[in-house]
């Protein structure tokens, strides 16, 4: 009698490690898959803009979803300037905007700034933004009231634009 409930406990046992084993597996997979989604893009976006302008290295490119989607380049042309790109992700022609970096506030600056104004924020992430054709920070951060904020400060300056919270309904 023992030993068959020995034998039972033996089979549950790997049972419950098999099934713990391919639900890490398939959360592995899942979060592979959601990585490439967020960088889908990046490569091709890189190659068009150093064919097509005068970019040499691009040293970073993220996303930036408002009114309308665009990939953000930093990169630094044959001059060894460092510019700041927004390529329009819908149409087929593409209207870039360029900015050069050594014009705008640095993101260090617009954090520090930020921090001076909301010392117990917690931050979510902060990038460049495009809305109305304004170049724009776009900081995103849940607020001391537990709201998450989406701020729109001046590229150049720092000065407010635009800013929405949204409180949470369910906990």
């Not at 290295?57 to 380049?73: F, R």
């Not at 809305?131 to 729109?152: C, F, G, K, P």
């Amino acid at each position: 009698m023992r030993n068959s409930n020995t034998s039972w406990l033996l089979w549950a046992s790997m049972l419950i490690l098999a099934v713990i084993l391919a639900c890490l597996i398939y959360a592995v997979y899942l979060y592979n898959v959601m990585y490439d989604n967020k960088t889908a893009g990046f490569d091709e976006t890189s190659e068009q803009i150093m064919s097509q302008t005068a970019i040499e290295k691009v040293e970073n490119i993220e996303q930036y979803n408002g009114s309308s989607a665009y990939h953000v380049i930093f990169g630094i042309n044959n001059k060894e300037e460092e510019k700041l790109i927004f390529y329009p992700l819908e149409g087929k022609e593409k209207e870039l905007t360029t900015l050069d970096r050594a014009e705008i506030m640095p993101e260090e600056e617009v954090l520090n700034l930020w921090k001076t104004k909301c010392n117990e924020c917690e931050l979510v992430k902060i990038v460049p933004a495009l809305e109305s054709n304004e170049a724009l920070w776009q900081i995103t951060y849940h607020d001391s009231d537990n709201r998450y904020v989406m701020e729109y400060v001046s590229i150049y300056d720092g000065t407010p634009v635009e800013q929405y919270r949204i409180t949470r309904m369910f906990k």
